[in-house]
């Protein structure tokens, strides 16, 4: 799962690949929610992933 991963800013276009931490608010806050907070200027979200999914994120 290591192989490959990248730390990319979340952009309007930016499609988040499968995530699932063990916590369902968190799961739900970055699929659901991150992309307006940053529309809204509240926080920004970088993901890190691969070409399959999501290994965590980062919220500032």
Known sequence: MLEGLQAVKITD???IK??????LDLNDFLMSDANNYQK?????TYV?????????????
């Open 13 to 15: 276009s930016h499609i």
């Open 18 to 23: 499968p995530f699932d931490c063990g916590d």
């Open 40 to 44: 809204q200027l509240l926080a920004v």
């Open 48 to 60: 890190v992933e691969n070409d399959l999914q999501t290994a965590g994120f980062l919220v500032y």
